[in-house]
């Protein structure tokens, strides 16, 4: 009786355990799936928004422009750029048949940017923009521009990110306070990274123009070569609608350069030392990183510019945000099925 007791005893106590990790699993999976859901759908849903007199920018689609009095089945007209109102009729008109699910076609809008009003009452609905986007890195610990100069940075500087858009604009739309730019990364290997020194380079919240990182890039724990960095936008699908140059993303064929050596800024202005043409005998340290040791070796400036090391940080790969609803609601919802079938 008493072993039968004891194992009655052990297996009560079993099952009271396994009840309680499912309810806790149960717990982790809600609050998961709603704070997920509170975070992201308000953000993601007013990104859409377009207020009144507010700012739409040619090829964002899916716009919701109820707010604006536009309304389904209803015609908006542009009246032209010159200061002469609204009098007489638009120079251009479209038709708006969903006014939640709005497209600012390139087709229609290139070149009409500006008010656009609604018809035929003639009241101010939105704005309509051209995109326009830049970068530039800025070495902050030298205190020089290094986009376009061709002048190496020395190894162990910090270097900033300066974003410079007009998608600032879409900052002030209701329940909004940044508009996400992405900076691509290209390392001398052509491994892409998703972030540098730990900071991450998808969605980054800008809220102005010009809008600086500061000091985020560590060049110490980085090879020796040229790297590119390159920025875009596909907010509302924009770059995907409209991938123009200067406008959703700028120049990949354009690579800002930035070779890493110990040379200081000054130094290569004395010796003229910029670009990968550097004259004399300059020399500089190169670093290579393996995954237990770092071994530094003295050798002149020019065979440093010709060797690339063969072991490189490993590139993190990309992932898209909107995966992270996914995965908080399959939590939710294979907690909640767990805790049906232990309650049946």
């Not at 656009?116 to 051209?130: G, H, I, N, Q, S």
């Not at 972030?195 to 060049?219: E, H, M, R």
């Amino acid at each position: 009786m008493f072993i039968v007791s004891l194992t009655r005893f052990s297996t009560s106590e079993n099952q009271m355990r396994r009840a309680d990790m499912v309810e806790w699993f149960t717990w982790c999976g809600v609050v998961a799936l709603i704070g997920t859901l509170l975070i992201v759908l308000p953000v993601s849903g007013a990104l859409f928004t377009i207020p009144e007199g507010g700012t739409a920018f040619i090829g964002e689609k899916g716009l919701d422009i109820t707010q604006t009095g536009a309304t389904s089945n209803s015609m908006i007209g542009w009246f032209g750029t010159q200061d002469n109102g609204t009098s007489g009729e638009p120079s251009a008109k479209t038709s708006v048949d969903d006014a939640k699910n709005f497209y600012i076609a390139p087709a229609i809008f290139s070149n009409k940017t500006g008010a656009w009003y609604t018809l035929p009452e003639k009241k101010l609905a939105f704005y309509v923009e051209d995109p326009a986007l830049s970068i530039r890195v800025f070495d902050e610990t030298s205190n020089f521009d290094v986009t376009g100069t061709g002048r190496t940075v020395p190894k162990g500087d910090q270097l900033s990110f300066t974003i410079e858009t007009n998608l600032v604009e879409i900052a002030n739309r209701p329940g909004i306070t940044s508009v996400p730019i992405t900076i691509d990364l290209m390392q001398p290997n052509g491994n892409e990274l998703a972030q540098v020194s730990g900071f991450q380079l998808n969605n980054i919240g800008v809220i102005k123009s010009p809008y600086s990182t500061g000091a985020v890039w560590d060049t110490s724990n980085y090879p020796i070569g040229p790297s590119s960095v390159w920025a875009y936008s596909n907010v509302n699908g924009i770059k995907d609608n409209y991938p123009v140059v200067g406008k959703t993303e700028t120049d990949k064929a354009r690579k800002i350069q930035i070779l890493v050596a110990t040379t200081s800024p000054a130094t290569q202005a004395q010796t003229g030392v910029t670009g990968t043409t550097p004259p004399g005998p300059v020399s500089t340290t190169i670093i290579t990183i393996t995954a237990t040791s770092a071994e530094q070796t003295t050798v002149p400036l020019t065979s440093a510019l010709s060797t690339v090391p063969t072991s490189l940080p490993t590139a993190t790969t990309k992932a898209p945000g909107p995966d992270m609803v996914l995965i908080a609601a399959g939590l939710g919802i294979a907690a909640l099925i767990a805790r049906e079938k232990d309650a049946h």
